[in-house]
């Protein structure tokens, strides 16, 4: 879980990936959702874009991973996590994928796709 300091520090502003992975997501009524696996950047423009989330499975055996976009997320820093606003059942039906076999990132056509599940704004009209 990660420390997020609010005097000194990096700060709920400004965190590390590294500090970001593993951090849980929930729901806003507090269901647990998952875990931040990976944090996603577009290299070209410099953007976070997606963070991977990894939901299901025994002791994170058969769990399956998500793209969900940074814009949907909102980080809880007194809770020291970060909420989706999304339901269990939702991200159970959401595109997901599995850790041999990810999708293409950069594919526009698979990225609004997700952007539309989640009801965000596409990060490059951003």
């Not at 997501?25 to 507090?30: C, M, N, Q, T």
């Not at 070209?44 to 025994?58: E, H, I, M, R, W």
């Not at 991973?65 to 606003?85: G, H, M, Q, R, T």
């Not at 950069?106 to 989640?118: C, R, V």
Request: glycine residues 10%.
């Amino acid at each position: 879980m990660a420390t997020y300091q609010s005097h000194q520090g990096p700060g709920p502003q400004v965190l590390s990936a590294s500090t970001i992975t593993g951090d849980d997501v929930r729901s806003p009524a507090g269901e647990d959702l998952g875990k931040i696996e990976e944090v996603m950047l577009d290299m070209t423009s410099g953007k976070v874009t997606y963070a991977v989330l990894s939901f299901g499975g025994v002791l994170g055996m058969g769990s399956k991973l998500f793209a969900i976009p940074w814009s949907a997320l909102e980080l809880d820093p007194d809770n020291k996590c970060f909420v989706l606003d999304v339901d269990k059942k939702k991200l159970e039906n959401a595109p997901g994928f599995d850790k041999d076999n990810w999708p293409s990132f950069a594919d526009n056509k698979w990225a609004t796709q997700i952007h539309s599940y989640y009801g965000s704004r596409p990060y490059w009209e951003i």
